[in-house]
């Protein structure tokens, strides 16, 4: 096998085309291509002296010239609350980031990163505090997963969503190819159904994944119907307006016939007050969606400032009443319980700190 750069060829992260690719260029029948793809992306395998259907001779030229995995699994942490793992991982360049499992009776999700933290500067987000450092590579998203199936002790994880670190429509074609290795029709762990992205705005990249081949669900941060508030909070709303999003998603949801989900972090008087429960009931009548409420999670282990440290949950009490008040327009609504907080893992506190590097 023929290297250029003379570095190993990271496995994890080439597409089935491209594992056949390798090795019909390497004068093996194209069938080892699909075999590779069964053992690194079903069987978990991360060690080529498993692929015990491959010749000596193949599994130890793979050997010399290949690797699997694309992470190193640096650290697990548990939330002695609830079932919540937040795994750290480090990439070949010494980066971290964090990826999430939350079980949740027959379910667990893996909650995954898609930057090595985020140029988006969300106020509610301690990834955005953080800053941007650089995208994650096809491989570093998809071993996220790889990884954490092979490290995750409570069964299997059922459901993917896009919502760590980073955002992924700006690491867009990365994004894409990963959701074709999972998607995939070798691929037999995770249902496309069962995987979301979530997007904080782009509205040119929302109408190109509408276009593409890939059938995800997709969520917005939406966390005000107001333009004035969601710039405020959400800096990039200024570039990208919701109502630019709005039109995006309407977009999306009728290419590809699914629901669109808001998510909407509830904090005290910024996002909920009556007038916010009237424009979340409008917005809603646009296009089949449902409404994720979720509490805001405490990123003081960032020390924030100005408008981040001035940000106050929403009383919880007050979380379900607003919550009724949308059910009783016929809107769905989910209140998602914070999960993780003990550990920093819960939404919107994920980052990189002296304390994790
Ligand atoms: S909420 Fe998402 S898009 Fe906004 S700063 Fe955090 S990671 Fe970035």
Redo the contacts with the bound molecule.
């Keep these: 096998m023929e290297n250029e750069n003379n570095k190993k060829i990271l496995l994890k992260g080439l597409s089935l085309d491209e594992l056949r690719s390798l090795m019909i260029e390497n004068k093996q029948p194209k069938y080892r291509g699909d075999q590779l793809f069964n053992w690194i992306y079903n069987r978990l395998v991360t060690n080529f002296d498993e692929m015990i259907n491959f010749p000596k001779t193949l599994r130890e030229e793979l050997k010399d010239k290949c690797v699997i995995n694309a992470l190193n699994l640096v650290d697990i942490q548990y939330s002695k609350t609830t079932g919540t793992r937040k795994y750290l991982y480090s990439t070949a360049d010494e980066r971290k980031i964090e990826s999430v499992i939350i079980p949740d009776d027959e379910r667990a999700t893996l909650c995954i990163s898609t930057q090595v933290g985020?140029p988006?500067?969300?106020k509610?987000?301690a990834?955005?505090l953080m800053g941007y450092k650089r995208n994650l590579t096809v491989g570093e998203i998809i071993d996220q997963y790889y990884l954490s199936s092979g490290n995750y002790d409570g069964g299997v994880i059922t459901n993917i969503v896009y919502m760590g670190?980073?955002?992924p429509l700006l690491n867009y074609a990365n994004t894409l190819k990963s959701l074709s290795i999972f998607t995939d029709e070798l691929a037999k762990r995770v249902s496309r159904t069962r995987i979301t992205i979530?997007t904080?705005g782009i509205p040119q990249k929302i109408k190109e994944l509408a276009d593409s081949q890939v059938r995800v669900k997709l969520a917005l941060?939406l966390h005000s119907c107001f333009e004035d508030v969601r710039s405020r909070i959400?800096p990039?709303n200024i570039k990208y307006p919701l109502k630019e999003n709005i039109d995006a998603l309407k977009y999306y949801t009728k290419k590809t016939k699914t629901r669109a989900t808001f998510e909407y972090t509830m904090l005290k008087d910024v996002n909920d007050r009556q007038e916010d429960i009237d424009g979340l009931v409008t917005l809603c009548k646009k296009m089949p969606s449902k409404i994720n409420i979720i509490p805001f999670n405490s990123i003081a282990h960032m020390s924030p400032d100005g408008i981040s440290a001035s940000l106050v949950p929403t009383s919880y009490d007050k979380i379900l009443a607003f919550a009724d008040a949308l059910r009783q327009k016929n809107i769905t609504v989910m209140v998602r319980e914070t999960q993780g907080n003990d550990i920093a893992a819960a939404c919107?506190q994920l980052a990189i700190t002296k304390h994790n590097n």
């Design positions: 985020c988006l500067d969300c509610l987000c990834t955005g670190m980073g955002e979530s904080a941060s959400m990039v919107g």
